[in-house]
């Protein structure tokens, strides 16, 4: 099986793209390096069935080769993004779908989103199952994120409805492992960082906020199966235990044994209240739910930033914001 992954050098594309080669697979992987890194993948760049285009699937996408799955995970997608990079994010969201998928259609190939929880926005209802339509402010500063994703279902189910493409669709909740960047913005790398480098840990608004932390690997198992199941409409895949920020912080800081002081900052507008995923859908549909632990996912992670930090230079996008 031959796929193309655009975001393949992200987080999550980089893992995804070592599973499948782990499988016999062979892979093209498309990323244009805007939130990607190379040395995510250097390690795969000497195989023969590994090939790696920087290039914008937003100006265009071509490959002259056959291809039996087209995996579209390209997109910034961190709090920090939506404020650097707002036009890409709508931009990569609406033309870059659109090429993805009229690839698709032109291959033959199967077509699988990587959609995300912040469809349902800041939502009044929880857990929130596949059904829910999401409350979404559409001129909110995180809009640019929400709607582009919203947008690329649409468009991914007209293209299915329409035009006969093979589509999936996964809706992602907060995931977290090896390869996250260490100025990515989200709470779980912040802490990490702050915790680390023995900054304060910022905590926004007063922590009662809520999150459910899935570990990578469980994410790119149920992607795996959803690959290979025949559901046309969003699954929801992460990690239904809930926590608050604020007893989130407490963990890292006896985690990591930081003397840092917990600081609370004003938090930023929309910023979801509740986060915690139905996922009685992926248990029925493909046999799937999490199983590593936060405590053992903690442990994981905290080690590679550990690495990072002894290791690397800073990012050029500089601290987490």
């Known amino acids: 099986m031959r796929a193309l992954v655009t975001g ?21 992987c498309v990323d244009n390096l805007c939130t990607g890194s190379e040395a995510n993948v250097a390690h795969l760049c000497q195989r023969n069935d590994f090939e790696m285009l920087q290039a914008d699937i937003g100006a265009g996408l071509d490959y002259a080769g056959d291809l039996d799955y087209i995996l579209h995970f390209a997109s910034p997608a961190s709090p920090p993004d939506f404020s650097r990079m707002p036009i890409e994010i709508l931009r990569v969201g609406a033309f870059g779908t659109y090429n993805a998928l009229r690839l698709a259609q032109q291959k033959g190939a199967r077509f699988l989103l990587a959609s995300t929880s912040e469809c349902y926005g800041d939502p009044e209802i929880s857990p929130q199952p596949e059904t829910y339509w999401g409350h979404v402010n559409p001129v909110g500063p ?4 929400d709607e582009a ?3 690329s279902e649409a468009m991914t189910m007209a293209f299915y409805r329409a035009r006969g493409v093979d589509t999936r669709i996964v809706r992602i909740f907060n995931t977290y492992g090896p390869r996250m960047r260490l100025n990515d913005g989200r709470a779980l790398p912040n802490f990490l960082y702050q915790a680390l480098t023995g900054e304060p840990i910022t905590v926004y608004g007063d922590g009662s906020q809520t999150r459910s932390f899935c570990f990578v690997s469980d994410l790119i198992e149920g992607i795996r199966r959803l690959m290979e199941s025949d559901e046309r409409y ?3 895949l992460g990690n239904p235990q809930e926590i608050t920020i604020l007893e989130f912080a407490h963990r890292v800081k006896e985690l990591t044994g930081a ?3 917990i600081v609370f900052r004003p938090l930023p507008q929309d910023d979801p209240k509740q986060r915690r995923p139905d996922i009685t859908k992926a248990r029925d549909l493909l046999g799937w739910e ?3 632990s936060l405590a053992e996912g903690l442990q994981i992670t905290l080690r590679y930033f550990q690495e990072q930090l002894r290791g690397a230079q800073p990012s050029e996008h500089g601290k987490p914001v």
């Open 8 to 28: 393949g050098a992200g987080f999550l594309g980089s893992h995804l793209c070592e599973r499948l080669l782990a499988e016999g697979w062979k892979l093209v």
């Open 142 to 145: 995180r809009s640019v994120y």
């Open 149 to 151: 994703k919203r947008f």
């Open 234 to 236: 969003p699954v929801n």
């Open 259 to 261: 003397e840092a002081p």
């Open 290 to 292: 999490p199983k590593v």
